[in-house]
């Protein structure tokens, strides 16, 4: 496999370098495929969780990021770049 031993450190640096033609394939993310109008076969899932210490929960910056995470201009933003799922977006998972 062309460019298995080459390594990017963004996943459109990814997309890019298989663009390109330097490597034959990589491991990257749908919206970093969907830039450089690839083929794209998903391998795996993964969830990703914002971590809050509830000493921080309550403050103002906080409960901004809440805001916008949890706005439909962001969810419609965040699914228009594609495969994610935003059903947990915004939800505390355990206190």
Avoid: C, N, W
Wanted: glycine share 8%.
């Amino acid at each position: 496999i062309q460019g298995y031993s080459q390594e990017e450190y963004t996943h459109l640096m990814v997309a890019s370098a298989v663009a390109e033609g330097s490597v034959d394939a990589g491991l990257g993310i749908l919206s970093a495929a969907k830039v450089f109008h690839l083929d794209f076969v998903p391998v795996a899932k993964e969830r990703y969780d914002i971590i809050i210490p509830k000493e921080y929960y309550s403050s103002l910056k906080i409960q901004k990021l809440l805001t916008v995470i949890r706005s439909e201009k962001f969810r419609k933003k965040v699914l228009s770049l594609g495969g994610y799922d935003l059903s947990q977006s915004g939800k505390v998972v355990k206190e």
